[in-house]
């Protein structure tokens, strides 16, 4: 048995889609039957961008979503790639895409390396992951139930 698949809308901004098409793609698409991420490319106007060591530069992508059923959202997560061989990450950890967002996606990528880095125009960037989210009802107490862990914080239970 089969379920049904969320579905998403997808909306190209100015010339992305030759972006997304260029490597033989058909756009926006899962590299492999078993990848949850979408490649994110940066879609700025120069051929090449430079990000100086330690900082930080923000990258259109070109892509704007549209969830089509409830309690999906986007989620923006680095390239392992970029992120482990050159320092690459996205700024703010992850980025959330809220189910009501109409606008661009756009990348903010952190240099961490000690030194610059060059990003092609076209170039894969980040990853657009779609999960479950969704609002909660909250209720203020003045206690919360006891655990095991109770309040430890990091490291709290000896382990690194």
Do not use: W
């Amino acid at each position: 048995m089969t379920t049904a698949q969320p579905k998403v809308r997808i909306r190209y901004l100015r010339d992305a889609k030759a972006l997304y098409t260029a490597e033989a793609a058909e756009g926006l698409r899962y590299a492999t039957p078993g990848s949850v991420g979408l490649d994110l490319r940066a879609c700025c106007e120069a051929e090449e961008t430079i990000i100086p060591a330690g900082g930080r530069l923000a990258f259109p992508t070109g892509i704007a979503v549209e969830p089509l059923c409830s309690g999906v959202a986007g989620f923006v997560y680095s390239r392992s790639g970029l992120g482990a061989v050159q320092g690459l990450t996205v700024a703010q950890g992850v980025g959330v895409i809220d189910p009501d967002y109409r606008g661009e996606i756009t990348v903010i990528l952190l240099n961490t390396s000690t030194e610059e880095r060059r990003l092609r125009r076209g170039e894969r960037i980040a990853q657009l992951v779609f999960q479950p989210a969704f609002q909660v009802e909250m209720e203020t107490s003045d206690t919360l139930s006891a655990t095991e862990r109770g309040a430890g914080g990091f490291g709290h239970t000896g382990n690194a």
